[in-house]
């Protein structure tokens, strides 16, 4: 097996993989309400694509995939592609990323499909707060979502909530909530990627990690994971909670992973523009060799770092069509 390295030492084993760029909610700082620029289904990778593809990645050393979206539990068959990458040889962790909307009914097979790990978006507990800020109101089918995925036997389940002015009040709630219900709580500084992220009110975690620290006497912890968050944790270990900091304090120095859209193309940085189309490749005909040295090349493009900070209006495209 050759190890994917990139130009800065990075080794690159995580791969996070958006199934659909739809979304049945409208977070604004993901898809702003009226957004018509879908990708087209034509264009979307075919599962028999993405399992070729990925069982290229995994036999450079990708050892895990993250499903991702939009809203991954939209999109038709998607426990049947769980099945077949989770099969993959080298593909160790098989993840995925969801609102929850749909988890109810869907959690148990997501289990049997080989689906390891959970993360749920979870912004506030307040019914009237989760509508305006995801644009549907949904609070009693996420909460009943990460119930159905407790009884499925995920363990532990992480609660995805994006920090910003509009729910800063609720984060010592939150945390509160996820420790008495053994939840994993991530916190999530906004990113700027299009006009209405930019205009969610960024929050500096930095604050709110020391004043959580204080209250609730959390100490610095690990946590295994391929993600980019840096914990606390209550010294007995029961509870754990991850900052994910891309303006406060960066991570681009331990970066090991990068991004494939619902149609194929693939990001190597969250916050820049290097790109490579892998469907028109397939679909012109390249070979396994042929699509092999361009993973590589690709992965040579991968930038030191993002531009968030220096130029936070580089870039125009939603999270939602990169994937989280």
């Known amino acids: 097996m050759s190890a994917l390295i990139d130009r800065f030492g990075r080794r690159i084993e995580y791969l996070r993989l958006s199934v659909t760029d739809r979304c049945d909610l409208r977070c604004a700082y993901c898809i702003p309400e009226g957004f018509k620029g879908f990708e087209v289904p034509a264009h979307w990778l075919t599962f028999d694509e993405i ?8 036999g450079l050393g990708l050892k895990r995939v993250r499903f991702t979206g939009g809203e991954p539990l939209l999109r038709r068959g998607v426990v049947e592609l769980c099945e077949r990458v989770a099969r993959l040889p080298g593909i160790e962790d ?30 506030s507990l307040r019914p009237e707060r989760v509508e305006k800020i995801n644009g549907r109101p949904v609070l009693d089918r996420i909460l009943a979502g990460l ?17 910003m002015r509009e729910n800063a009040d609720e984060i010592d709630n939150i945390v509160a909530w996820c420790m008495e219900r053994g939840f994993v709580l991530r916190l999530i500084e906004v990113m700027p990627m299009g006009d209405t992220a930019r205009q969610m009110g960024y929050l ?18 690990v946590m295994r994971g391929g993600g980019p968050a840096r914990y606390l944790g209550t010294p007995d270990g029961r509870f754990t909670v991850g900052f994910i900091t891309p303006i406060s304090q960066h991570f681009c120095e331990t970066c090991n992973r990068v991004r494939l859209t619902v149609d194929g193309v693939l990001h190597l940085c969250l916050g820049q523009e290097e790109r490579v189309d892998f469907r028109a490749l397939m679909r012109a005909g390249a070979n396994d060799a042929e699509l092999t040295e361009a ?14 900070v220096d130029a936070p209006r580089k870039l125009v495209r939603f999270m939602n069509t990169t994937g989280g």
């Open 51 to 58: 399992e070729r593809l990925l069982g290229l990645f995994a």
């Open 204 to 221: 500096d975690l930095q604050p709110v990690k020391a004043r959580l620290r204080d209250r609730f006497g959390l100490v610095d912890t």
């Open 94 to 123: 098989l993840s995925l990323s969801t609102n929850a909307t749909r988890l109810a009914t869907m959690a148990a097979d997501l289990k049997r499909a080989g689906v390891s790990r959970l993360n749920v978006s979870l912004d």
């Open 147 to 163: 119930e159905a995925g407790r009884a499925a036997g995920f363990s532990p389940i992480k609660v995805n909530m994006v920090a």
């Open 295 to 308: 993973i590589r090349n690709a992965i040579d493009l991968k930038p030191e770092r993002h531009d968030f």
